[in-house]
């Protein structure tokens, strides 16, 4: 697999608490990444670094082959990376087509919203996503289901020539029905050849979709592993025991 997205040695820490040390990751093209980890083992930080919220104090960030720097969530999309946070960001009031290009509407000729090229981008994009579930794409989002508006921000992510996905906690509340509907999804995202992060505290979850999981544990990298070759236990353990380099509150030996 071809690795698109590398972080080498990254270290991020506000005022004494040392969110993240010394961590490596990668994602492949291809594949679902699962990051997991207990509260406080550095999930969140580890992405907003990805996603530029949060600029890494030291590290190498490498995209494509090549070191870059990310000062800001807006060079981390110009470079495919986007990220569908558990609120999902969506706009209740407004419908699908709408959400889907908020801040990035499309205009004809005069000036005016292209609403003819807009609506079938988007029926386009969730189509290729084999989202089926929705009646018209002129539904307000409020009327939409669990399922439904994740699936929505799912496809707002992937429609701007996006390589990279990151999905924080995709099936958080939902139900059985809604959590298989959006599993399949980020299945597919992978088999069309994006690289998907995966944050979840449902192991289950990720046993289902992940190919490979990243277990961190109080801002250290314990261990990565393929999925195919290691079991729910192994991973709770990791979680809760694993080896750290390096104690944090104990004074280097």
């Known amino acids: 697999m071809e690795t698109i997205l590398e ?3 990254v270290s991020k820490s506000f005022g004494a608490v040392q969110a993240l040390n010394n961590v490596d990751f990668r ?11 207990d509260n406080g083992a550095g999930k969140s930080t580890l992405i907003k670094g990805v996603a ?9 960030y490498i995209f494509e082959g090549r070191k870059v720097n990310v000062h800001g969530p807006r060079d981390a999309a110009a470079l495919g990376i986007e990220v569908v946070y558990q609120d999902l960001a969506l706009a209740d009031n407004l419908d ?12 004809d000729r005069l000036g005016r919203l292209d609403e003819i090229s807009m609506e079938q981008a988007c029926i386009d994009t969730l ?5 089926t579930t929705l009646r018209s794409v002129r539904l307000p989002v409020r009327s939409l289901s669990g399922g439904q508006r994740q699936s929505i921000a799912v496809a707002k992510a992937v429609m701007w020539n996006s390589k990279v996905v990151i999905l924080d906690e995709p099936t958080a509340a939902l139900g059985v029905a809604q959590t298989r509907q959006v599993l399949d999804l980020v299945r597919r995202l992978a088999d069309k050849g994006l690289a998907v992060i995966l944050i979840s505290h449902n192991l289950h979850d990720i046993f289902e ?8 544990r109080l801002g250290y990298l314990v261990r990565e592993m393929a999925v195919k070759e290691t079991s729910y236990e192994e991973v709770v353990k990791e979680m809760t025991a694993g080896k750290l380099s390096h104690v944090p509150g104990m004074k280097e030996s």
């Open 52 to 60: 530029g919220i949060y600029p890494f104090d030291s590290g190498d």
């Open 7 to 9: 972080l080498k040695g």
């Open 209 to 216: 979709v992940a190919d490979r999981i990243t277990v961190l």
């Open 96 to 107: 699908v087509v709408a959400n889907m290009f908020l801040g990035r509407e499309r205009l």
């Open 127 to 131: 189509s290729s996503l084999a989202v």
């Open 27 to 37: 994602a492949n093209l291809g594949e679902v990444m699962a990051l997991v980890g």
